[in-house]
């Protein structure tokens, strides 16, 4: 990477070590690097204080504190990450880096742009969010099998939304498919029992990190 990249930077919340709390990774110690902002104002999002504030940090200096906390696994998150034009830069820097890369994103901005080795978690707003009229539905013709989508689900509305999505966009045919329910607003045995009434060709998930220590990783 050319080293005037290594000193683009980017607006960050916080870099910790903790347990992947979501996704196929769950329970793998990771690096989480939290970036600043969102545009989107989701109405169970448990991260607002990611939204604004934040240290500026050039490239090489994440680079620097991810090497120091000594984990294979890295995942870039927000707020919404692609929502700062220097994260293809990192996630590829990472990358190059020798380690395994995820990334969170909301799916309302485009994911063209982010490097093909980075795993790319998908998440679809449903109607109860407040947000799915920003659905970048043109994301899901660039999925493929290293990446994943997710629906997290605060009702059976939702629930019959997000099994809707699934038929017509044939996602189980593109990549995994992750149902989450929101914690303390939808029963994870109840989304179970849906799941297994209708077969449907999704790997169900609640927040490891919830049921561990009752808040977001590393607050």
């Known amino acids: 990477m050319p080293s005037s990249l290594l000193t683009a930077t980017l607006r960050v919340t916080e870099i910790f070590l903790s347990l992947q709390g979501e996704s196929s990774r769950v329970g793998l110690p990771t690096v989480f690097i939290r970036l600043t902002g969102c545009p989107l104002r989701c109405g169970y999002c448990d991260t607002?204080?990611?939204?604004?504030?934040?240290?500026?940090?050039?490239?090489e200096a994440i680079l620097d504190r991810v090497t120091g906390l000594h984990a294979h696994h890295v995942c870039v998150t927000g707020g919404e990450p692609l929502a700062q034009k220097n994260c293809p830069a990192l996630l590829a820097a990472l990358c190059d880096a020798g380690y395994s890369v995820?990334?969170?994103?909301?799916?309302?901005?485009?994911?063209?742009e982010v490097d093909a080795r980075v795993s790319r978690i998908v998440d679809i707003k449903t109607p109860a969010s407040g947000e799915a009229e920003k659905n970048r539905w043109e994301n899901l013709a660039l999925l493929t099998p290293s990446d994943e989508?997710?629906?997290?689900?605060?009702?059976?509305?939702?629930?019959?939304?997000?099994?809707?999505?699934?038929?017509?966009?044939?996602?189980?045919?593109?990549?995994?498919?992750?149902?989450?329910?929101?914690?303390?607003?939808?029963?994870?045995?109840?989304?179970?029992?849906?799941?297994?009434r209708d077969r449907l060709p999704v790997r169900m998930q609640v927040q490891l990190h919830k049921i561990l220590w009752g808040v977001t990783p590393g607050r």
């Open 48 to 59: 607002e204080y990611a939204f604004t504030g934040g240290e500026t940090m050039a490239l």
């Open 102 to 112: 995820s990334l969170e994103t909301s799916g309302a901005l485009d994911i063209g």
């Open 149 to 196: 989508v997710k629906f997290v689900l605060c009702d059976e509305a939702d629930y019959q939304w997000a099994k809707h999505a699934l038929a017509e966009h044939h996602l189980p045919a593109k990549c995994p498919v992750l149902f989450s329910p929101v914690h303390g607003r939808l029963e994870p045995g109840q989304l179970a029992d849906w799941i297994l």
